[in-house]
């Protein structure tokens, strides 16, 4: 089964959260892709180019996945992962959404468009094969 991570990895806690969930995910045997891993730095860093190339390769990945874990961290949420998620969504790819800081609101969008809500923790043993619904109990926004 493949996995996309989704997920921001602007600071040393977003990096390590995304570590966290690489370990688990390809622990369980998941084929994970993990657009950190897949960044591109060559001599095109930072033109369009290199964004259209950076773009069609995570546009591809969640194409060819069978579902997505989206690192989340409330209302305080990347626009790139938040986009992610939202193509999955359009896609038809089931969503788990990953609440990093449980004690985050989460912004209804994101909510609704997974079909569960887990802590971080909980990638250790969520069924991703039978993908389970899981309502979020927090704060909506």
């Known amino acids: ?19 966290y969930a690489e370990r688990v995910l ?15 730095r060559d001599e095109e860093s930072g033109s369009s180019a290199w964004a259209r190339k950076i773009f069609e390769m995570d546009r591809a990945a969640i194409s060819e996945a069978d579902a ?22 359009a896609l038809g790819k089931p969503a788990v959404l990953v609440h990093a800081d449980p004690d985050a609101d989460a912004n209804i969008m994101m909510h609704c468009g997974c079909r ?26």
């Open 68 to 89: 997505m874990a989206v690192m989340y961290y409330g209302n305080y949420s990347d626009s790139g992962t938040a986009w992610e998620c939202g193509y999955a969504c």
């Open 1 to 19: 089964m493949k996995i996309y991570l989704a997920g921001p990895f602007f600071n040393d806690t977003e990096i390590k959260n995304i570590e």
């Open 26 to 40: 390809a622990g369980r045997g998941f084929d994970v892709f993990s657009p950190m891993r897949h960044e591109v």
């Open 116 to 141: 569960a809500n887990i802590r971080l923790e909980e990638l250790e043993t969520y069924d991703f094969k039978a993908m389970p619904e899981r309502e979020y109990h927090g704060a909506m926004l």
